[in-house]
C-alpha cells in the first residue's frame, strides 16, 4: 500500500475567492462558473463578498459576507483574519475594492494572490482612476494576474503598467448545462412574453448601464417600427439606466413594443423568444451575454469593441457594427429579418464557436495556477 500523508500534512488546497458582491454581472457569474466546475479534489473554494447585494445570483458554494461600507479600510483586516481561520492557501480576488484589498492583506499575511482582471481596468468611472494607480503601485504582490481577454491584457499593460510577464489570458466560460438550447421552447417563451409567433423578436440582456449601449438599440428599434409593426424588442437585465430607458420609449413612443424584464434567473428561456441578439456595448472587456446567445443558436449583432473584437467575426459567427451607431445596427436587424438563411447560418456557425468556451478547459488552467503559486 502507498504511504500515508505524513502527520499534520494538509492534502485540501484552500482557495478563497474574494469579490465586492455577488449581484448579477459577469465577474460574478465567472466566480460561480470556476467554483462550481472544479474537479480537483484537492481544491477547496468558498466565496467572500465584501458587501450583500439586494439581488444575488444563485450558486452551490459556502458564501461568507462581510457587509462593511464601500471603501472601509477593515475590510482588509477582515480579510486577514479569514485567511488565518480558515487555513487559506490561495486568494483569488474579482472586481477592484477586492483586488486592492487582497493584494494589501499580502503585505502582512503571506498568502499568494491571484488577482482576476473582468474589465474595471477600462472603465471611466472615478474610482477606477484610483484603481489603475493603486493596481500600478501593488500589482507585484499578485502571484499571476488573470485577463478575461487579450484586449483586457493589452489594457493592463497599458494603463497600469503591468509587467507582461504577470499576466496570463484565460477567457470566461459559461455553463452548457444551463444555456443549452435544447432545453427550452420558443413556443413557450413566447407564450409567456405574450408575444406573437408573427413579430420579430429583438433581444438584450445585461445591465441598464449607459457602456452597454442599450439607448443605441432603442433608438435603432424605433427606426424598424416607422418601416414594419412586426417587430418587438425584449430588455433582460436591470441597472441604473432603467428609468432613463423606460422614459426613452416613452418620448419616442415605442414603449407598447418594448418589454423591460428586469433581473431574471431563467435567461435560457427568455433567449428562446429571440429572432436576433444585439449587443451594442460602448466598451466590453469580454462579453458572456454575447457566448451564451451564441450557445442558444441566437444570430447576433454585435459591437466591435475591445474584447467583443475576439468574439465575433463579422458575417461568419455575427454582424459586426463597426460604428456602433442606431443606423447601423437598425440596417443590420433588418437584414436579418429578412434572410432566414443568413440567420441560420449565422446561428451554427456561432454555435460552433461557443463550444470554445465550455468551462472544463478553462477551469482546469484555473486550477494549475493554484497548485503553482501555492507551490
Do not use: W
Amino acid at each position: 500500500m502507498p504511504p500515508g500523508p505524513l502527520k499534520g500534512q494538509k492534502m485540501t488546497l484552500k482557495v478563497l475567492h474574494v469579490i465586492d458582491h455577488l449581484g448579477f454581472g459577469g465577474g460574478q457569474m465567472s466566480v460561480r462558473t470556476i467554483v462550481e466546475n472544479i474537479t480537483s479534489s484537492k481544491i477547496e473554494c468558498l466565496i467572500c463578498q465584501l458587501r450583500a447585494a439586494p439581488e444575488t445570483i444563485p450558486l452551490n458554494a459556502k458564501v461568507i459576507t462581510l457587509n462593511y461600507k464601500k471603501y472601509d479600510p477593515r475590510t482588509v483586516f477582515a480579510l486577514a483574519r479569514l485567511c488565518r481561520e480558515h487555513k487559506i492557501d490561495v486568494l483569488h480576488a474579482h472586481l477592484q475594492k477586492s483586488i486592492i484589498s487582497c493584494l494589501l492583506v499580502s503585505c502582512f499575511y503571506g498568502v499568494p494572490v491571484v488577482v482576476h482582471e473582468h474589465g474595471a481596468i477600462f472603465s471611466k468611472e472615478a474610482f477606477s482612476s484610483i484603481y489603475r494607480l493603486l493596481l500600478r503601485m501593488l500589482y507585484r504582490r499578485a502571484s499571476v494576474i488573470i485577463a478575461n481577454s487579450q484586449a483586457t491584457a493589452n489594457e493592463l499593460i497599458k494603463r497600469a503598467a503591468v509587467k507582461k510577464d504577470y499576466i496570463k489570458v484565460i477567457y470566461n466560460s459559461i455553463d452548457f448545462g444551463i444555456f443549452d438550447y435544447r432545453k427550452v421552447s420558443r413556443e413557450e417563451s413566447r407564450r409567456n412574453l405574450d408575444i406573437s409567433n408573427e413579430d420579430f423578436v429583438i433581444g438584450f440582456v445585461g445591465r441598464l448601464h449607459p457602456v452597454k449601449g442599450v439607448d443605441i438599440l432603442i433608438r435603432a428599434f424605433a427606426g424598424l417600427l416607422k418601416q414594419s409593426p412586426r417587430y418587438s424588442l425584449v430588455l433582460a437585465g436591470d441597472g441604473p439606466q432603467r428609468e432613463y430607458l423606460e422614459a426613452l420609449t416613452s418620448q419616442l413612443g415605442i414603449a407598447n413594443r418594448v418589454r423591460f424584464l428586469g433581473m431574471l434567473e431563467d435567461i435560457p428561456q427568455i433567449m428562446a423568444a429571440f429572432d436576433v441578439g444585439v449587443v451594442p456595448s460602448r466598451q466590453e472587456s469580454f462579453g458572456i451575454a454575447l457566448i451564451e446567445l451564441m450557445s442558444m443558436k441566437i444570430p447576433v449583432i454585435s459591437s466591435g469593441r475591445e474584447g467583443l473584437a475576439e468574439l465575433v467575426e463579422d458575417k461568419i459567427t455575427g454582424l459586426v457594427v463597426r460604428d456602433n451607431n442606431m443606423d447601423e445596427i437598425r440596417l443590420c436587424i433588418q437584414r436579418l429579418a429578412e434572410d432566414e438563411c443568413l440567420r441560420n447560418r449565422l446561428a451554427e456557425a456561432a454555435y460552433t464557436f461557443s463550444e470554445k468556451f465550455k468551462p472544463e478547459e478553462q477551469v482546469k488552467k484555473i486550477e494549475e495556477i493554484y497548485e503553482r503559486v501555492h507551490d
